[in-house]
């Protein structure tokens, strides 16, 4: 049981770069969700998933998409990379009110 | 939309002391309260949480209290200890909804 995994660790990209940020869980949770952490900001919600085919907007959603195909995967994209994306995405997935996170991913646009 | 505040944004005690982390509300609706320490450069993790049918709640040397009147709830940390040095969150929620809004943080320091 591995949790909630995340890939990459750590991504630099160029501007205007596109790029996905892999989450997936092997505890068959219906509720997904993605959050970027930014130094005295806390965690911001920037998309979640309810279950497969399912996906709705947070907080903070622009410049990024998400599709959830299987309840296992929840990838984010973003489309066109952009320096105030540079931040750390956590993933989590939640068993009633419970939210697990993954490892996150250190992203740095340039 | 629900808007947390956290306060204080730093806080240093000597080991052994109790330290006390303050959040306020603003959705009356909300109903879940957990809250999360994080390592440096390590994931959030659940280390208490509360429900708004419950006034307080304690773990060992952990434990929160709720005031639903005043829309406030505090993570009290007593007899601490230097691993107890890290980033905490206050979040809330609509239960049946599950997004969490979190707080900004509070940095612990605990000083030998």
């Known amino acids: 049981n591995a949790g909630v995994t995340q890939t990459p660790k750590f991504q630099v990209l160029k501007t205007g770069q596109s790029m996905t940020l892999q989450c997936a869980q092997d505890?068959?949770?219906?509720?997904m969700s993605w959050y970027r952490q930014d130094p005295g900001m806390g965690l911001r919600l920037i998309h979640y998933?309810?279950?497969?085919?399912?996906?709705d907007q947070g907080e903070v959603p622009n410049g990024y998409n998400v599709s959830r195909s299987t309840t296992e995967d929840f990838p984010l994209r973003l489309l066109s990379a952009a320096p105030s994306q540079t931040s750390v995405y956590f993933c989590?997935?939640?068993?009633?009110?419970?939210?697990?996170f993954g490892p996150g991913t250190r992203l740095l646009v340039l | 939309g629900e808007n947390v505040e956290q306060h204080p944004s730093t806080l240093s005690v000597q080991e052994g002391d109790s330290a006390v982390i303050k959040c306020t509300y603003s959705?009356?609706?909300?109903?879940?309260f957990p809250w999360y320490k994080q390592e440096l450069g390590k994931r959030p993790q659940l280390i208490i949480d509360?429900?708004?049918?419950?006034g307080e709640k304690k773990d060992q040397r952990i434990a929160v209290t709720l005031n639903k009147t005043a829309k406030h709830f505090s993570l009290h940390i007593t007899e601490t200890q230097p691993e107890d040095s890290a980033v905490y969150f206050c979040?809330?929620?609509?239960?049946?909804?599950?997004?969490?809004?979190f707080g900004s943080g509070t940095q612990l320091t605990v000083l030998p």
């Open positions: 989590a997935s939640t068993q009633q009110e419970t939210q697990y």
């Open positions: 505890m068959n949770h219906e509720y």
């Open positions: 998933s309810v279950g497969a085919g399912i996906t």
């Open positions: 959705d009356s609706a909300s109903n879940y």
């Open positions: 509360i429900r708004s049918n419950v």
């Open positions: 979040a809330a929620s609509q239960g049946s909804a599950r997004q969490l809004t």
